[in-house]
């Protein structure tokens, strides 16, 4: 990955995993990557990482198992008519 020099990093990776998200490679209820393998995906530290998943569940896209994971949120059904 090319990195923006004036994008933080974890901004880039969190845009990577939400695109993902959106386009179905983590489809709801999935599990994402941990913070080892963003780390090995992207080669950041894991602090970077971190912050990623925790921006992930902030913004409402993931939640946290503890001890299990983070997985994608699952979407709110539309109310039938």
């Given at each position: ?28 209820g ?15 530290a894991?602090?970077t ?33």
């Amino acid at each position: 990955m090319e990195w923006e020099p004036d994008v933080p990093r974890w901004r880039q990776i969190f845009a990577v995993v939400e695109e993902r998200i959106a386009d179905g490679t983590y489809p709801p209820g999935s599990q994402l990557p941990g913070v080892l393998a963003l780390q090995a995906e992207f080669g950041v530290a894991q602090m970077t990482a971190r912050r990623v998943l925790t921006e992930l569940r902030a913004a409402g896209l993931a939640q946290m198992q503890p001890g299990v994971g983070t997985f994608v949120t699952e979407l709110p059904q539309p109310p039938s008519s």
